[in-house]
């Protein structure tokens, strides 16, 4: 059978319904469960509803359907008559109608009801709706005994409340939702797009789908290890068995960033699944069940009654199930026994075997682009990212609201583009150049596979005393400087980008630029960057750019500069904290603290280090004659 229609629109609870005072509606029969929901409304006096039905509905009727004697014996009769239906014979029977009618031609009143209800059961029905008179002043206590016993909530509607004024109640409730939701999911999306801009887009990501679904977001790694997680995992009720097998765990519908799928449905918005009566007292009608539809299944029934033992599978009379496999929706595996090793699972444990049941499997076939579950309370999804490389977001809720499925399919897309690796004609090509690199190529003749000759080299680190940069928010900011050429080892990120560009200062990290070069000038233009990343640190300046002008160095041969720069720091070229604490204090005009910032170390480190300097130097170093022969020499060595 397959699964039933659904509207594009949020379910209802039936409690909302309940809560309007103009209706009147009362809650007579069945449980009182909050999470019962319905889809739609809608009006039958069919003996049998069932084929006109597609589960989800609050279904109305007034009663007329009912036969006279079922009238009769199981509530007040209506105005037209004493004993029966208006315009009954003097006999409480409906003219024309068969003395002992049914549901399908025989049994009593209990029969008729059980047959009716469990009828609506198994289409999916999510409630009754009894109108009161013009038919019957009271509802039939064999039709309240039958909801009790089936679990389907049974509403009184009052003789001042129309069944269309119930529908538009529905609908109306609906389109508040619809609008609520809409404002949910425009929200979440606005703010997963600026988490997407940080600094580190990735984490940010997270922590607002986290934020949003007041739940717990995980990023997979393609080998199975937690990349990154933001929120708390909610608190879970007992634990319960979870299938032995997790890659029979039950696909969701493919991400999609916009629109609303079946996946949107919280738990308990489903149609109902078709349910068995237990034993009746009295024979049951022969043919209360269509031999083409499904028999029912066993359903729980009240504490004062006892379940009816279910039929075998191999039963001709053995329900069919509400949604049987599909190519797309494998069977799930049977609970584990309790005291099973597959039992009791933690939601954590299980959100990462979900992850494994999306990941791409090449030995296996095509995996499902999404998979949810539910554990001790907790709800559980997860969705294969696009990039193909077997990143998956994991999500824990702990309940599945309209919109959920839409926000985190969004946070999917961003996660996927983040974390994506675009192999186009340039990724081919810059491909090509590292493996000429490394089987000895110059570094001039693979240049032009790069993108150009003249590079400039970019030093980055996150501003402020932010945590080390992960690969992920190393590539997004070099996509933002334009540039894929990166590396994120260590605290510094270094980025290779086109001479042509110009780099601009990134929020939430501090620059370093170096001067354009061509490839012998890069290791150059490398030392270059990281100084300039230095004086931005101790400045607090976003980004800093090497200076290139002509100056009087400039009239000195390169040899002989050479020359007298070793000569002259000769004392101090051994130590090379020394000659770099020199370098930064006379960048910085001799200023202690922004050279202790620079360095990340004390500033009475600093001190003692630049006396240490001038006394091997044997020099004053606060004659300005003194640093800048001293930065003259620095620059050369």
Partial sequence: MSAPAVPP???????????????????????????????????????????????????????????????????????????????????????????????????????????????????????????????????????????????????????????????????????????????????????????????????????????????????????????????????????TARPANPPGATPAAAPAPTGLTTADRPIGTAPRAPVSPPAPEHPKPADATAPDRPAPATRTAPDHQTPATPTPPDHPDHPAPANPPTPDRPAPADPPAPGHPAADVSPEVLLRELAGVVRPRKAQGPAPSSATDTVGGVHLAAYALGSGQGFVLGVAAPRRDPGDHTIASVASVLLSLLTGEHQSASGAARSAALVRLLLGAAPEAVAPLLGGERWVVVHARPAGDGPAPDAVSASALAAALGSALVDAGGDVVRVLVPGDREPAAQPGW????????????????????????????????????????????????????????????????????????????????????????????????????????????????????????????????
Avoid: K
């Fill in 510 to 637: 501090t620059c370093g630029v170096s001067t354009p070069a061509g490839p012998h000038g890069w290791a150059a233009a490398d030392t270059q960057a990281a100084r300039a990343l230095t004086r931005a640190r101790a400045t607090r300046a976003a980004l800093v750019r090497h200076g290139d002008r002509p100056a009087l160095a400039d009239l000195v041969p390169p040899a002989d500069a050479e020359a007298h720069a070793d000569a002259l720091l000769a004392p101090v070229a051994g130590t090379p904290a020394l000659t770099e604490t020199l370098r930064t204090w006379l960048s910085l005009h001799g200023s202690w603290d922004r050279t202790a910032v620079a360095l990340s170390v004390h500033r009475n480190t600093v001190r003692q280090r630049i006396a240490r300097c001038a006394a091997l130097l044997d020099t004053d170093l606060d004659d300005p004659d003194v640093r800048m022969e001293l930065w003259f020499a620095l620059r050369e060595n």
């Fill in 9 to 239: 629109t949020p379910p209802v609870p039936l409690s909302a319904l309940l809560a309007r005072e103009d209706l009147g509606l009362r809650l007579i029969a069945g449980p009182a469960e909050p999470d019962t929901v319905i889809h739609w409304a809608h009006t039958s006096e069919m003996a049998d509803p069932f084929p006109y039905l597609l589960g989800g509905e609050l279904l109305l009727t007034a009663g007329v359907h009912v036969p006279a004697a079922a009238g009769a014996d199981g509530g007040t009769p209506g105005p037209g008559g004493d004993g029966g239906t208006p315009g009954s014979d003097d006999d409480g029977s409906t003219p024309g109608a068969d003395p002992d009618p049914g549901p399908d031609g025989a049994g009593s009143h209990g029969d008729y009801f059980d047959g009716y209800v469990s009828r609506i059961v198994a289409a999916g029905g999510a409630a009754l709706g009894f109108g009161l008179a013009p038919v019957h002043d009271t509802v039939p206590r064999a039709l309240v005994a039958a909801c009790d016993t089936y679990g389907l909530p049974l509403l009184e509607v009052p003789p001042r409340t129309t069944f269309s004024g119930v529908a538009r109640a529905v609908w109306q409730l609906m389109a508040r939702a619809r609008l609520a939701e809409l404002r949910r999911v425009t929200e979440a999306q606005q703010s997963l797009a600026a988490a997407a801009a940080r600094p580190d887009p990735v984490p940010a990501v997270l922590r607002q789908l986290a934020r949003h679904v007041n739940g717990r977001a995980v990023l997979y790694g393609p080998e199975g290890t937690e990349l990154a997680r933001a929120g708390r995992l909610p608190s879970s009720g007992p634990q």
